[in-house]
């Protein structure tokens, strides 16, 4: 499934909501639907160093193609960050690092989170595409 598409599926499942506590709500508990992209274990290499909790985001590629996993002790950066494995998980190492995500926008992210779990999504989305770039040839 395209990428596109995917985004386009995350953004219906939001707004289907009204106003922006029910969408919040739904953020809260959108691990437990999606529970399949929770990283396990929690080792300091996977650790990303620019957000303000704890988050971790694994990345393996196989055959050009990226597995995507995370976890953060902040609900909604965990959250987020799986709403990011959803919609890159199996996909080409190409369309991940050309793609421009809308769903911040279109689900008003960008307006209604705080600053910080703003930036922390803008972050996870630069790491995960930098490490991509690093290690495109061996998973780590």
């Known amino acids: 499934?395209?990428?596109?598409?995917i985004e386009k599926?995350?953004?219906?499942?939001?707004?289907k909501f009204n106003n922006w506590e029910d969408k919040y709500e739904y953020l809260?508990?959108?691990y437990i639907l999606n529970?399949?992209?929770?990283?396990?274990?929690?080792?300091?290499?996977y650790l990303l160093k620019k957000c303000q909790s704890y988050t971790w985001i694994k990345i393996k590629i196989k055959n050009k193609k990226v597995k995507i996993?995370?976890?953060s002790n902040s609900i909604i950066i965990?959250?987020?960050?799986?709403?990011?494995?959803?919609?890159?998980?199996?996909?080409k190492i190409k369309n991940i690092l050309k793609s421009k995500l809308k769903f911040i926008k279109k689900i008003k992210f960008n307006k209604y989170l705080s600053p910080l779990?703003?930036?922390s999504i803008l972050e996870m989305i630069k790491f995960i595409?930098?490490?991509?770039?690093i290690n495109m040839n061996t998973p780590f």
């Open 117 to 119: 779990r703003f930036n």
């Open 35 to 45: 529970s399949k992209y929770i990283l396990k274990n929690k080792k300091k290499k």
């Open 78 to 91: 965990k959250n987020l960050s799986i709403i990011l494995c959803k919609i890159y998980n199996n996909q």
């Open 1 to 5: 499934m395209k990428i596109k598409y």
């Open 129 to 133: 595409k930098k490490k991509i770039l």
């Open 69 to 71: 996993f995370s976890n």
């Open 9 to 15: 599926k995350i953004i219906k499942e939001f707004n």
């Open 28 to 30: 809260i508990n959108y």
